[in-house]
């Protein structure tokens, strides 16, 4: 229910099975179904979306959806039957929920179908208006409205010419709109993916809200707040304390700022931050020559993880305050122009990675970015090592508030090994294969994948970098527990998936398994099913569930799907629970073959202790999750024609098998005998001719 953004096949693949499930599944329940717009649908979750979850669906992605993607991507011909694209979305939630593929995190069926309802009324205003058509859609309805066939390619090169010369009427303003879409980044488009996050384990409210009280800027930026108070302080006519308040407010924040022979609160540097941030936090505001405490605070100032996070989120807007230039004679570093998003790179970066990451390897990644960012390919390496050590320099002093905030560590330490394997010459050429080890947020970071660069520097680079970090320790930096909350809070704003280990304990059975399977690493799935196991009591009992949810998918004929539970069933299991729980299955009449396959994948059972009967249901079990991974009927005949010849005893001999899906089989027999029938056509030496559709029985452009 996820696939990468360049595993296009895959996704294909899926895309195709899933709409002929759809269909099949709406004709049962009688329900009209549009298979073009469902395969629109999973094309905006896949390809225009952060996360790509095909089975989550909140009113965010429902508005976006059939408000702008549909507009933009499906062209309706003059004449032509309109598409129901509410109809349609509202069929596919049901049926995402009616065979257990919805993500168990996403909103219940009700409110989804509620948010379909809400953009219903505005969906025909959306599709009419042109100023949300795609380019491509934009010209080819004009065309059509001007008596062009546009399925003729001459007649449509033809058209285009005259428009070229201005021979052809069309609303002008509407194309400037797409095109100010287009030029300005406002549209859906390709590209948008970031990579899932590992789970992350996080302690109670109650243990973060004490270390937020421990933190020195809560600490000080509730005092700034309490100094301030309800009747306020004066400023000057600049915004700024006046330099005998100043001098008061460092002695009772213990900023550090030396204030000896200063003539102006501007040139205290740390006490300006904190006013800047308390700002920024809307702790205080000032107002009528006078800085006051925010009355509207005064619950946040209680609660020091309210206070903390608040802090948190507002560094984000203090790049002036922490690392602007504070006189004329001075300039930014190349961090300042990037300030937030590299702020926010870095932070993903080391949000849920295994180890403490390497100043060392840290620092020179960001290097990476600058240089994709700033083209410092000419120059003196003079000017750019300048440049570089500005740069540092400022990222050090956000890391140092970072730090006093309470949301990254540091320690000295030895490297972990993990990044004296990842090499950063690789990473600069090899496109998108990443060296082992080396975290997908990390080469998000750098933005500079498939990017040419110099390879003898490259190496050189690395090779002082490895010396580097194994000459002794190393500054080496983590995000704390409050750091990871205040993180992944931002990234779930943000639209990404961000597991969290405890979160699926009310998740049904199936649906638990299915996200353990795609995204949880072996160690947080085994704490995540434990919790779950725990949550409902009786072991035995809960244990049922989960090999009834994997029965209840085998028998939606999902069977990979299916597998794949089983298979992080087995795995999450404590002590060799999980191999006995594929025995005691190796004997279920419906499980068997899944158990079979498992068992002998972990080369816990060999083909010598297997019965014939077995063999069989093992060889049936492969060639339907070979039809079934090639999606669709099309690319299921592809696939079997691509096992050559050798595959009809094979298909003959699980057809003649017990296995227990005896659709599954029969369709495997219609297919294999459709694709022998072909061959033997091909033979022949006669060519048949077929007539395309789209999926569903309907025919639409995009």
């Known amino acids: 229910m996820r696939y990468e953004a360049g595993a296009e096949e895959e996704f294909e693949a899926a895309c195709g099975l899933l709409i002929d499930r759809l269909v099949r599944w709406a004709g049962e329940q009688g329900l009209p179904v549009d298979g073009f717009l469902v395969e629109a649908a999973l094309d905006y979750r896949h390809r225009a979306t952060v996360d790509g979850r095909l089975g989550l669906w909140e009113p965010r992605h429902v508005e976006e959806l059939l408000l702008s993607w549909l507009p933009q991507q499906v062209t309706e011909l003059p004449g032509e039957e309109r598409g129901d694209g509410p109809g349609t979305l509202r069929v596919l939630l049901r049926f995402l929920h009616a065979v257990r593929l919805a993500d168990p995190r996403g909103p219940a069926l009700d409110d989804s179908l509620g948010a379909v309802d809400a953009a219903a009324e505005r969906y025909p205003a959306a599709m009419a208006d042109r100023t949300r058509w795609g380019l491509a859609k934009f010209w080819a309805v004009t065309a059509a409205e001007q008596g062009?066939?546009?399925?003729?390619?001459?007649?449509?090169?033809?058209?285009?010419?005259?428009?070229?010369?201005?021979?052809?009427?069309?609303?002008?303003r509407a194309l400037d709109a797409i095109m100010d879409r287009r030029l300005n980044g406002g549209g859906l488009a390709d590209g948008a993916r970031a990579e899932p996050q590992?789970?992350?384990?996080?302690?109670?409210?109650?243990?973060?809200?004490?270390?937020?009280?421990?933190?020195?800027?809560?600490?000080?930026?509730?005092?700034?707040?309490?100094?301030?108070?309800?009747?306020?302080?004066?400023?000057?006519?600049?915004?700024?304390?006046?330099?005998?308040?100043?001098?008061?407010?460092?002695?009772?924040?213990?900023?550090?700022?030396?204030?000896?022979?200063?003539?102006?609160?501007?040139?205290?540097?740390?006490?300006?931050?904190?006013?800047?941030?308390?700002?920024?936090?809307?702790?205080?505001?000032?107002?009528?020559?006078?800085?006051?405490?925010?009355?509207?605070?005064?619950?946040?100032?209680?609660?020091?993880?309210?206070?903390?996070s608040r802090a948190f989120d507002a560094l984000f807007e203090l790049r002036q305050a922490l690392i602007g230039a504070r006189s004329g004679w001075h300039v930014e570093s190349m961090l300042f122009d990037i300030y937030d998003e590299m702020l926010e790179d870095v932070l993903n970066t080391l949000y849920s990675l295994p180890y403490p990451m390497p100043w060392p390897r840290l620092r020179d990644s960001v290097h990476l970015?600058?240089?994709?960012?700033?083209?410092?390919?000419?120059?003196?390496?003079?000017q750019h090592r300048m440049w570089f050590e500005h740069a540092d320099r400022d990222l050090r002093s956000v890391l140092d508030v970072l730090v006093d905030l309470g949301a990254v560590e540091r320690e000295q330490g030895m490297a972990d090994p993990v990044f004296l394997e990842a090499d950063l010459s690789d990473l600069e050429d090899s496109g998108p294969e990443l060296p082992a080890g080396m975290p997908q947020e990390l080469a998000e970071l750098l933005g500079v994948m498939g990017t040419a660069a110099d390879?003898?520097?490259?190496?050189?680079?690395?090779?002082?970098?490895?010396?580097?970090?194994?000459?002794?320790?190393?500054?080496?930096?983590?995000?704390?527990?409050?750091?990871?909350?205040?993180?992944?809070?931002?990234?779930?704003?943000?639209?990404?998936?961000?597991?969290?280990?405890?979160?699926?304990?009310?998740?049904?059975?199936?649906?638990?398994?299915?996200?353990?399977?795609?995204?949880?690493?072996p160690d947080t799935a085994r704490a995540e099913l434990a919790g779950w196991i725990s949550a409902r009591g009786e072991r035995d009992a809960a244990l049922r569930q989960l090999t009834d949810a994997v029965r209840t998918m085998a028998g939606a004929a999902f069977r990979t799907r299916a597998q794949a539970m089983l298979d992080a069933t087995a795995a999450a299991l404590p002590d060799g629970e999980g191999e006995r729980l594929l025995r005691v299955l190796r004997g279920d009449a419906v499980l068997a073959p899944l158990a079979l396959s498992a068992l002998a994948h972990r080369e816990l059972l060999s083909p010598e202790d297997m019965t014939d009967a077995e063999h069989l249901l093992v060889l049936a079990e492969s060639l339907l999750q070979l039809v079934e991974l090639a999606g669709g009927p099309g690319g299921a005949e592809e696939a079997l024609r691509a096992q050559g010849s050798e595959v009809r005893d094979a298909v003959a001999a699980a057809l003649d098998s017990a296995h227990p899906d005896r659709a599954g089989l029969e369709e495997l027999r219609n297919l294999a005998a459709r694709v022998w029938r072909m061959s033997a056509v091909r033979r022949g030496g006669v060519r048949g001719r077929g007539r395309a559709t789209g999926r569903g029985g309907r025919k639409r452009r995009r």
Do not use: C, H
């Open 455 to 521: 390879p003898a520097a490259a190496r050189e680079r690395d090779r002082r970098l490895r010396e580097e970090l194994t000459a002794g320790p190393v500054e080496l930096i983590r995000v704390t527990e409050l750091g990871t909350r205040a993180v992944r809070q931002r990234l779930l704003a943000a639209g990404r998936d961000a597991p969290l280990v405890g979160e699926l304990v009310q998740a049904s059975a199936a649906g638990l398994l299915g996200v353990l399977a795609e995204d949880y690493d």
């Open 198 to 308: 590992l789970p992350v384990v996080l302690p109670s409210d109650g243990e973060l809200r004490r270390r937020a009280e421990a933190s020195t800027i809560v600490a000080q930026l509730r005092g700034l707040a309490e100094w301030v108070g309800r009747e306020g302080r004066v400023v000057t006519a600049a915004g700024r304390l006046r330099m005998a308040d100043a001098r008061e407010l460092v002695d009772v924040l213990d900023t550090g700022d030396r204030t000896e022979g200063v003539r102006s609160s501007n040139d205290l540097p740390r006490l300006g931050l904190l006013v800047e941030w308390a700002k920024k936090a809307r702790l205080v505001r000032v107002a009528k020559g006078r800085l006051y405490a925010v009355a509207k605070a005064r619950p946040v100032l209680a609660d020091p993880l309210q206070l903390w």
């Open 369 to 382: 970015g600058y240089r994709a960012r700033f083209q410092l390919d000419a120059g003196p390496d003079l």
């Open 148 to 172: 062009v066939d546009v399925m003729d390619g001459a007649a449509l090169q033809r058209f285009a010419e005259r428009a070229q010369r201005g021979d052809v009427a069309y609303d002008q």
